[in-house]
């Protein structure tokens, strides 16, 4: 029983301390959510409770402040607020890679006041397209239950450090994460660009099986047959055909729309790429550099 005691004991100190790092999102009519203290003056919160930005307030422990929208991203449920004259401390980050099934998670809300529920880490997703059109690298999910007001909250370790953000969309009834890693950098670049600057290349593919030779050549079954190109594309000004068959990117194979959306999406918008490509029954590299995808 006593080591029982401990463990609720250090639950209890660590709530506490991530308390003031966590703030109210008032954004949506009697639907308070939550949100994280991501740097000065900067919460980070889910995009889909942001349903009246003109009356957008943020509640810390102390004081209620009007907020604005520096930017949002739909497609990872994602927006970062600017609160100026907010006090508290910025919540501390782990690596999301430190996790695997079974490890001991946190859920913490503050639609009204602090809230916690407690769980497991019951599995990691692999790429996953959102229901909004957005392509995530992959996914926490948890067995600790997202109650009204925890979207925009903080998946946090035993350690008491932030290694997903909560999001109800994500799962649609199973309490789902998005990594810590991805939430940086959107919220980096929506600090900068007040958006989610996304690479693209400007065609269209569909997976096709590779002759055995050219399988036995490429070391892989199958490539990603060019279908359409748009006008003046990067892959277009590349020189890329239609009709050609994209083997690789940067050396890495390509043989199913996912790894190619997995890789765009790591990519930054206006880098230097190699595409590997077969035309005519020979492989050909491209240079390619990425544009940015416009909604």
Known sequence: MGRLSDLSRDLAELVGRLGPSIVRVDARRGRPATGIIWADNLVLTADHVLEQEDTLQVAGSQTTLKASIAGRDPGT???????????????????????????????????????????????????????????????????????????????????????????????????????????????????????????????????????????????????????????GGPAQRAGVLQGDTIAAIDGDPLRHLDELFGKLGALEVGSAHRLGVVRAGERKDLAVTVGERRP
């Not at 407690?118 to 996953?128: D, K, W, Y």
């Not at 999910?141 to 290694?163: C, H, M, N």
């Not at 953000?165 to 929506?190: C, F, H, I, K, Q």
């Open 77 to 231: 449920d994602l927006a970062l607020l600017r609160v100026e004259g907010l006090k508290g401390v910025s919540a501390p980050r782990g690596r999301s890679t430190d996790v695997r099934p079974g490890h001991l998670v946190i859920a913490v809300g503050q639609p009204g006041g602090l809230q916690v529920t407690f769980g497991i880490v019951s599995g990691l997703s692999g790429s996953f397209r959102s229901w909004r059109g957005g392509q995530v690298e992959g996914l926490i999910q948890t067995t600790a239950e997202l109650l009204p007001g925890f979207s925009g909250g903080p998946l946090v370790d035993a350690d008491g450090r932030v290694i997903g953000v909560n999001s109800w969309n994500l799962g649609r009834g199973v309490s789902r994460a998005l990594p810590v890693e991805t939430a940086e950098r959107v919220a980096d670049s929506l600090r900068v660009h007040g958006r989610m600057r996304r690479a693209y290349l400007g065609l269209g593919a569909q997976p096709i099986r590779l002759s055995e030779a050219l399988a036995s050549q490429l070391g892989q079954e199958n490539g990603l047959l060019v279908v359409t190109i748009e006008a």
